[in-house]
Structures are given as C-alpha cells and as structure tokens.
C-alpha cells in the first residue's frame, strides 16, 4: 500500500497526480501521454519526498477544461513504474 498524496490543491477535478517510487519518475513519458491534452495544462508541481521515498508530480488543467481526463489517467495506470496515479 502506498501512502496517501500529499500536499494537493483543493480537488477539483481538474488535476492528476502520478505518483512513483523516488528516482522512478520518467518524464518524458509522462509528457507523451499528456500530448493530447497539453493545451490546457496549467500549472505542473513535482515533489519528492525522502521521508516516504516517493516522487509526486500533479499536473492542474485550466477551469474551463471541458474534456474527459479518464483516459489519460486509464493509460497511467497501466505504467509498470507508476505506483499511483489519481484524479483530484
């Protein structure tokens, strides 16, 4: 069991947050997956944590967002490297 995300915005339904083992994130396909959304990325926040050795990267989509994210969440779940990924 991984423990929770920290540090998080308030939901709104209009960020993801990727979640790995520390020294496990990888980037650039993080940003492939993104591609079809890159338009309404916000704001990109990554922390890592020695404490619980986990990296966080939470990706924020603009308000006014109108499409689904459920995909691009479905095709990080599916990354081996990836301990979680959530929407919030």
Known sequence: ????????????GHQIT???????MRVAAVWLVLMSVAREIER?????SSESGFEDLTISFAETFSGSLNEVLRQFK???WVATAELC
Request: no cysteine; hydrophobic share 35%; aromatic share 0%.
């Open 1 to 12: 069991m991984t423990p929770e995300i920290t540090g998080q915005q308030k939901a709104t």
């Open 18 to 24: 990727v979640r790995t083992r520390r020294g496990g």
């Open 44 to 48: 990109v926040r990554i922390v890592t």
């Open 78 to 80: 599916k990354m081996a």
